[in-house]
């Protein structure tokens, strides 16, 4: 029985991830670009019908990979014992990854769908000839720059969580400095994150201002942490 619960955990987890990173990476690759090129008209339009249908379906792959992820990370963690799961690769490796995770679905129900709300509604205001709302420039771009850190986290936690069960090796043979590894690591997605929930996005050219700026960063991201794992466990 407890092998079918997990069959169906994993296959929740799968199915949710992909939808929930599928509109992810729709909404930083393909919608953003094509509403900062368009007339006016059609971007009020999309954003009324379009964007509330694909934040449904964004929102609720985020609750369920979540969800599903956690349960399976739990029965792991219970089965393997602590102290033996985080001195294992596959408990570092999942570990990290499912942090960065935590935290896109976090910001995913905390900060994009909040200030997406205000966004929404002030275009359905002046569609309707009143004023937009004063809040909305503002959301827009703390939500842009939250997606934007979700698509940048996306690309270390996949690599990550396929390494747990396919990269055995990646934590090395010994360990050199596993509090050192902690709080770099640590450090450095926190700063991330923080980035996120307090930097703007102005004048001054960012990498998280275009999409790949953000792909790259993801993947400088990703050999960071690979080397910390190479180096220092």
């Known amino acids: 029985m407890i092998e079918i619960y997990l069959f169906f955990l994993r296959w929740i ?61 739990l029965d792991k963690l219970l089965r393997v014992g602590g102290a033996a799961f985080y001195d294992s690769s596959y408990g570092l490796a999942i570990t990290i990854g499912g942090l960065m995770g935590t935290l896109m679905f976090l910001n995913v129900w905390l900060v994009i769908w909040p200030k997406q709300q205000i966004v929404i509604a002030s275009t359905g205001q002046v569609a309707q000839g009143g004023q937009p709302l004063p809040e909305a420039a503002g959301s827009a771009r703390r939500a842009s720059l939250a997606s934007r850190t979700n698509t940048l986290f996306s690309i270390p936690m ?29 450090a450095i997605i926190g700063a991330v994150e923080l980035n996120c929930l307090v930097g703007t996005q102005g004048a001054a050219k960012k990498p998280l201002d275009s999409v790949s700026g953000t792909i790259w960063a993801g993947f400088i991201l990703t050999a960071i942490l690979y080397l910390l794992f190479m180096l220092l466990l």
Do not use: C, D
């Not at 059609?42 to 969800?67: D, E, H, N, Y």
């Open 158 to 186: 996949l690599f990550l969580m396929g390494a747990a069960s396919h990269y055995p090796s990646i934590a090395g043979q010994a360990s050199v400095s596993k509090a050192g590894f902690w709080i770099i690591s640590l």
């Open 13 to 73: 987890h799968f199915l949710a991830g992909i939808t929930w990173i599928g509109i992810l990476y729709y909404f930083n690759f393909i919608q953003t670009p094509f509403f900062a090129e368009t007339e006016a008209p059609i971007r009020s339009g999309a954003i009324q019908k379009l964007v509330p249908r694909a934040l449904w379906w964004f929102r609720w792959g985020a609750m369920f990979t979540f969800l599903a992820g956690l349960l399976l990370y």
